[in-house]
């Protein structure tokens, strides 16, 4: 039987990793022993292929035997996690199938990528504007930064500075002691003093057998000891200690001496030692200003006056005005000819108030650098004015050969005889100056100046300005010679060609213009000088301002063609003529469409082009010369027959367009707009009748709606309403798609009271052209005036309906609810109408009106930024700062909505009231003016007004009066 007490493992060995102790916390090690001796990377054996091969092996069946197939680990879409078959081979037909499949994703991804890209950037928009960056919170506050003036940039304080500017007030922050400090001082000095002579009167310092402990002389600049001495302070005329003259209010003797010390012996008085600082410096001043040998004499009263002089004028950092001092001086020591050295140490003395110190370091530098002229100008503006002339001549003594200094002299004389010995004498010493030269001829009369500037070209015969000069003073032959010696002289130079030309066209030799332009032209290029277009379109246009218009023409025919391709001459040519009149050289525009049309004389679109430039800045004749020219090289071209017509209707003759319109009949038998032209102007001259025959025949000839609706405009507002039904009856039948035809019928019907068959009317219309906006607003109004809003708005939902996103009758749906009455559903139809079409300005127009007082500015901060460039929202802010009474700022709004749309009349009426109201007649003038060359057609309430019948023969200027009354008040 084995002993129970001896344990059955003891003689077994341990298990793998097994440690001692390890369940009390004990922890194993390794030794040496336990891993073997260290040995180098190379030394190691290579694993062998058979050895690579297994651990492969192994790594698999480990790959397999880890793979997870449990259940919670499967989707009912994807599969399994893991991969099923990663351990089958992978051939060319799985190969070609994921070639396939990826082909197939990226054909999927392309088709769905333009609609992604697009959603993602409607996306960032509205992220963009829902949160926008803290840059564009303050866009507005940035732009108002262009408001402020220089002044206030420069007061602007600069952070840094004044952080440095407060640790440097703290540091020199003093607090003064008190009287108890003063007083302890007094008895500890007293009690010193007393110890002191108890230990030894007659020597100066206790223990001490010199004058100053550790010296045997005085104070320096002295031949005397400190204490006990009898010798004052150097320069002083009474001694300091041991003299017997006691300080003020003293009553106690410096040890060793017979000389009182304030306070010893007594109570301190901080009043009479004031009273006697005070007392002293009125001494001092007392001596200054009686003395007799000085060189100066304070005057006591303006002594503080003048200290106030010497502060420096630019308050900056005296530390580094100190260390530019010394940079300077660096500067000059190192380099002392260096001249911008030397006048920036004197500017530097002058801005700092020391004008002085800047007058004798720039003398300084005029002795180290007598030939620089910099120097010599910039003592000559640093010296007082008596003595600038001394200064000068020494400078041009110096450099004689310096323009700018006998220029600088010359000014500085105050008499025109002065001033011409002065550059009489620089001439004889630069004669080849041509800055010389100029400013003797200036002060010359005509009859002397014609002789200087004979010797000048001959001192300086390359001057072009000297030649030009000396031919404008000569007769027109003496000219000719003068230019003549010029081209020789300077042969490359192209303004004495032009100078030439001018010359001719003065004579009115204008045939020779041409000539000297394209000779001279030749001539230059053949001395090698390049011909740069836009350096002679610049001559061109130089010279017009001069009136010298044949030679600009002559200038411009001559170069238009200089460095232009074949294919890109139409298209050059028009940018240059359009520059030209930007830069109002009208005669060089001119030539350039003359030029153009010689090169393509059936080109429709230059014609009309030059014709509408012959419009805004020539005459009626210039542009009656021009279409008369136009129809007959582009016979159909249309506008241009309508244009000439309308020109000669504008200028009162009558007969001649009609002649115009015949001959566009000849060339154009079959155009509606040539008949509409001849019945416009036939009706507009009280010819009804025969208006009418045209419209008869047009019809037959061109049957179109345009044609019917004419004709039907035609008689009702001759009052034939009878025979303006029958004509429409009978248009609706011809051309039922045309919605102005129901229309008309319709108003017709509601002129004449018959609204049932109005509304029959309308029914039908909206039935044939379900596309019209119109036809649908029309039958709501007709319904809102017969009070039936019910149907109106039944009529509105199905017209949205059948044209969504259409602001015209989401407008009307919100008018309808405010007439019945009922706000609150117009502000919610408003806010839909908003969501459905968020862009609209007519609606935000209208939505800012509709809101309280106090919010139509946020409103219209809100319909800005949705709209910023639509003129309905413009016009409703003009008339927002109208009715705020901001008048400048609804000036300024309402001539930019005119700016932005011209052919806005409901712009052009707002603004002619709001000037009616608070401007000039001038202004009002101005308005109507611009508003009758605008020849506005649009707007709700300018097209209502100018539709009615009673209103058909009114023109603009009545026009716009009528407009302005009938428009709403803002209030």
């Known amino acids: 039987m084995a002993n129970p007490k001896v344990k059955v493992f003891t003689d077994m060995p341990a298990p793998i990793g097994y440690v001692p102790g390890i369940g009390r916390g004990a922890s194993g090690f390794t030794t040496r022993s336990d891993i073997g001796p260290a040995r180098d990377a190379s030394d190691m054996d290579a694993p062998s292929q058979q050895q690579m091969d297994a651990a492969l092996r192994k790594m698999k069946e480990e790959g397999d035997q880890g793979e997870n197939l449990n259940d919670t680990n499967y989707d009912e879409f994807s599969g399994y996690g893991g991969s099923l078959f990663s351990d089958a081979a992978y051939d060319e037909d799985d190969k070609e199938a994921d070639i396939v499949y990826e082909a197939i994703e990226h054909r999927q991804d392309e088709k769905r990528r333009d609609h992604r890209e697009k959603r993602l950037k409607e996306e960032l928009s509205k992220y963009r504007k829902e949160r926008p960056k803290i840059q564009q919170q303050f866009s507005d506050l940035k732009r108002q930064l262009s408001e402020v003036s220089p002044e206030e940039w420069a007061n602007l304080p600069d952070v840094a500075d ?139 009263k303006g002594y503080l006056t003048d200290l106030n002089s010497l502060t420096p004028k630019n308050m900056g950092n005296l530390g580094d005005i100190k260390k530019g001092r010394l940079l300077l001086k660096s500067v000059r020591q190192t380099n002392p000819k260096h001249a911008p050295a030397w006048i920036a140490a004197a500017t530097l003395e002058q801005v700092t108030g020391r004008v002085q110190a800047a007058r004798n370091i720039i003398m300084k530098g005029t002795e180290v650098n007598p030939e620089s002229e910099e120097i010599w100008l910039e003592a000559i503006r640093l010296m007082p004015p008596n003595h600038q002339k001394s200064v000068a001549a020494q400078g041009v003594n110096a450099c004689p050969n310096s323009v700018k200094l006998w220029l600088r002299a010359s000014d500085l004389e105050s008499d025109k005889k002065s001033k011409r010995a002065v550059l009489r004498k620089a001439l004889e010493t630069v004669p080849n100056a041509v800055a010389l030269w100029k400013a003797a001829v200036d002060l010359e009369e005509p009859t002397d100046a014609k002789v200087l500037l004979g010797r000048a070209v001959e001192c300086c015969p390359q001057s072009v300005e000297l030649w030009l000069a000396l031919a404008h003073l000569e007769s027109y032959a003496n000219a000719q010679k003068v230019l003549n010696r010029a081209r020789k002289a300077i042969p490359t130079d192209r303004s004495i060609w032009i100078t030439a030309a001018r010359l001719e066209e003065t004579a009115g030799k204008h045939a020779n213009v041409e000539k000297l332009i394209n000779t001279g032209i030749k001539s230059l290029r053949n001395n090698g000088v390049e011909i740069n277009r836009d350096e002679w379109i610049r001559d061109a246009e130089e010279a017009e301002k001069t009136e010298s218009l044949t030679t600009a023409q002559a200038i411009m025919r001559a170069v238009l063609g200089e460095g232009v391709e074949m294919a890109d001459r139409k298209n050059q040519w028009l940018l240059d003529a359009e520059n030209a009149v930007n830069h109002e050289a009208y005669a060089c525009a001119r030539a350039v469409y003359a030029h153009a049309l010689t090169e393509f004389p059936s080109d429709q679109s230059i014609w009309l082009q030059a014709a509408f430039f012959e419009k805004d800045n020539g005459t009626s004749k210039s542009l009656d010369d021009h279409l008369e020219k136009a129809v007959k090289y582009c016979p159909r071209a249309e506008i241009l027959w309508l244009m000439a017509a309308k020109s000669q209707w504008m200028g009162g003759n009558v007969h001649a367009a009609r002649q115009i319109l015949n001959q566009a009949f000849t060339a154009n038998p079959n155009s509606e707009e040539i008949w509409l032209a001849a019945i416009k102007l036939e009706s507009e001259n009280n010819e009804f009748e025969r208006a009418s025959k045209l419209l008869a025949n047009a019809r037959k000839a061109a049957d179109s709606s345009r044609v019917w609706v004419k004709s039907a405009r035609l008689e009702w507002v001759q009052g034939n309403l ?80 059948a044209n969504p996103k259409s602001p015209d009758l989401w407008l009307e749906g919100c008018r309808v609810e405010k007439a019945s009455g009922n706000k609150q559903a117009a502000k919610t139809m408003m806010a839909r109408a908003l969501q459905d079409c968020p862009n609209s300005g007519l609606l935000w127009s209208e939505a800012i009106f509709m809101e309280a007082t106090t919010a139509r500015r946020t409103k219209s901060v809100d319909a800005l930024k949705k709209c910023e460039n639509d003129p309905l929202v413009l016009l409703s802010v003009a008339r927002l700062f109208h009715a705020e009474r901001k008048l400048d700022k609804a000036r300024n709004w309402y001539n930019r909505t005119v700016k932005l749309d011209p052919d806005l009349g409901d712009a052009w009426a707002s603004y002619y009231r709001f000037e009616l109201q608070h401007g000039t007649e001038a202004q009002q003038e101005a308005v109507a003016k611009h508003c009758v060359q605008a020849e506005p057609r649009h707007g709700e309430i300018w097209a209502k007004t100018a539709k009615k019948v009673e209103n058909w023969r009114k023109r603009y200027p009545e026009l716009l009066k009528l407009v302005a009354k009938e428009l709403p008040q803002v209030l």
Request: glycine letters at 12%; one cysteine or more.
């Open 722 to 801: 009878e025979d303006a039904k029958q004509l429409l009856k009978e248009a609706v039948e011809l051309h039922p798609d045309e919605a102005k035809l129901w229309m008309m019928r319709g108003q017709i019907e509601e002129q004449e009271n018959n609204l049932d068959a109005a509304v029959e009317i309308y029914a039908k219309g909206r039935k044939a052209c379900p596309d019209s906006i119109p036809i649908w607003k029309l039958s709501a109004q007709l319904e809102v005036n017969r009070k039936n809003y019910t149907r109106a708005r039944s009529l509105l939902e199905k017209g949205r309906t």
């Open 162 to 300: 004044i952080g440095h500017k407060v640790k440097r007030r703290r540091q020199e922050k003093y607090t003064a002691a008190p009287d108890s400090f003063l007083d302890m001082a007094r008895s500890a000095m007293t009690s010193l003093h007393q110890a002191a002579s108890f230990g030894g009167g007659s020597t100066p310092y206790p223990g001490s057998q010199t004058a100053y402990p550790g010296s045997q002389t005085a104070y320096p600049g002295s031949a005397t000891a400190y204490p006990g001495q009898a010798t004052a302070y150097p320069g002083q005329a009474t001694a300091y200690p041991g003299t017997g003259t006691a300080y003020p209010g003293t009553g106690t003797a410096y040890p060793g001496t017979g000389t009182a010390m304030p306070g010893y012996g007594g109570e301190l008085n901080l009043g009479e030692i004031g009273h006697a600082r005070k007392t002293m410096m009125g001494v001092k001043l007392d001596q200054a200003s009686d003395s007799v040998s000085g060189q100066t004499v304070v005057d006591a």
